[in-house]
C-alpha cells in the first residue's frame, strides 16, 4: 500500500503550512512567515525553495497540494501576488525535480468540506462587497473552530487553514480517511480516546 504524507500550503506572506498522512492523529502544522519581500525577492524565494526541501527531508513527502483562488490585482498589493506566484512556481519546480505529486485545491472545495455547515451558511448570508472583510473573518474564524473540533489545536488561522486544505486532499487520495475525519466521526474517536486514558 502506498505511502502518504502530503503537504498543505495555504500560500500568502504568511503561509499556512500542515503535514499529515491518512493514519495520522493530528497534522504537523504551523506559518512559514516572509519579511521584507520588496528588494529581496530573489532571497526570499530561495529560502522557501529551501524550506521545502528542509520539510521533504523530515517527513519524506508525497506530495503537495496548494490553495487555489483567484487573485483580483486590484484588490491585493503587488508584493502579495508577487510572492504567491513566485511561490506556487517554486512548488511545483520542487516538486518536478523530486518526481512528488503537485495538486491545486479550490478554496471552496476545502471548505464545503471542512467547515461546518451552520457556519459556511452564516457566511452566505452577508451578501455584498460592503460585507467582504467580514466574510473572510468568519471563514477563517470557521476554519480554527473546525480544527478544534477535530482535536487539532492551532494557534493562526493560516496554519487552520491549511490544515483545512490538507483534509480535503488527504480524503481525495483515501477513501477511508475520508470517512474517518468527518466531524461527528472524529468526536466519537476522540471520546473513545479519553475513555480509554482515564480507564472507563
Not at 487520495?173 to 475520508?178: E, G, T, W
Amino acid at each position: 500500500m502506498e505511502q502518504i504524507t502530503e503537504l498543505a500550503l495555504d500560500i500568502s506572506m504568511s503561509t499556512g503550512w500542515a503535514i499529515g498522512s491518512p493514519d495520522m492523529v493530528r497534522p504537523t502544522s504551523g506559518v512559514y512567515r516572509t519579511y521584507a519581500w520588496k528588494g529581496n525577492q530573489e532571497q526570499r524565494v530561495l529560502e522557501f525553495y529551501n524550506w521545502l526541501e528542509e520539510k521533504h527531508k523530515e517527513h519524506r513527502l508525497t506530495g503537495i497540494c496548494y490553495e487555489y483562488t483567484f487573485i483580483d490585482a486590484k484588490r491585493f498589493d503587488p508584493d502579495f501576488i508577487e510572492c504567491q506566484k513566485s511561490y506556487v512556481a517554486m512548488v511545483w519546480l520542487f516538486c518536478a525535480q523530486r518526481g512528488l505529486r503537485v495538486a491545486h485545491c479550490p478554496i471552496g472545495t476545502w471548505r464545503k468540506q471542512f467547515l461546518g455547515a451552520a457556519d459556511r451558511a452564516a457566511v452566505r448570508d452577508l451578501k455584498g462587497k460592503e460585507f467582504r472583510a467580514e466574510r473572510r473573518d468568519m471563514n477563517k474564524g470557521a476554519a480554527m473552530k473546525a480544527c478544534a473540533l477535530r482535536g487539532w489545536m492551532v494557534a493562526d488561522d493560516n496554519e487552520a487553514e491549511a490544515c483545512g486544505i490538507l483534509n480535503a486532499r488527504l480524503s481525495q487520495l483515501d477513501r477511508l480517511y475520508a470517512q474517518r475525519s468527518l466531524p461527528h466521526a472524529r468526536r466519537v474517536e476522540l471520546r473513545a480516546q479519553r475513555e480509554r486514558y482515564i480507564g472507563t
